[in-house]
């Protein structure tokens, strides 16, 4: 059974940095697209970064571009996401998902969401 679990998320101070984690079952990451996505208070979801199955390429969305980080562990099976310079409009629950896309933007999700994990850039 496929299944991606978002852990890392919490309360922090802008500027600050969170590591967001997406535990993989079921599947190998590494031979599958994975994105991560964020939906604010009263906004749609939108995906802000995914990395290609083999190559590895990844992509970010303008708006995190610099400050976040997508990186893959094979033997961990699980994807992150590094966030540094965290802003208050970064407020947000995360979730990762398998995307059908990761070129120049980030496909559908083509997996269940999970949970997500809240973060809240605040002072």
């Known amino acids: 059974q496929v299944q991606l679990v978002e852990s890392g998320g919490g309360l922090v101070q802008p500027g600050g940095s969170l590591r967001l984690s997406c535990v993989v079952s079921g599947f190998t990451a590494e031979h599958y697209r994975t994105g991560w996505f964020r939906q604010a208070p009263g906004k749609e979801r939108e995906g802000i970064s995914c990395?290609?199955?083999?190559?590895?390429?990844?992509y970010y969305a303008n708006s995190v571009k610099g400050r976040f980080t997508i990186s893959r562990d094979n033997v961990q099976n699980t994807v992150y996401l590094q966030m540094n310079d965290l802003k208050p409009e970064d407020t947000a629950v995360y979730y990762c998902a398998v995307v059908s896309f990761c070129l120049g933007y980030v496909g559908r999700p083509m997996s269940s969401w999970g949970q997500g994990t809240q973060v809240i850039v605040s002072s």
């Open positions: 990395i290609s199955s083999s190559s590895g390429t990844t």
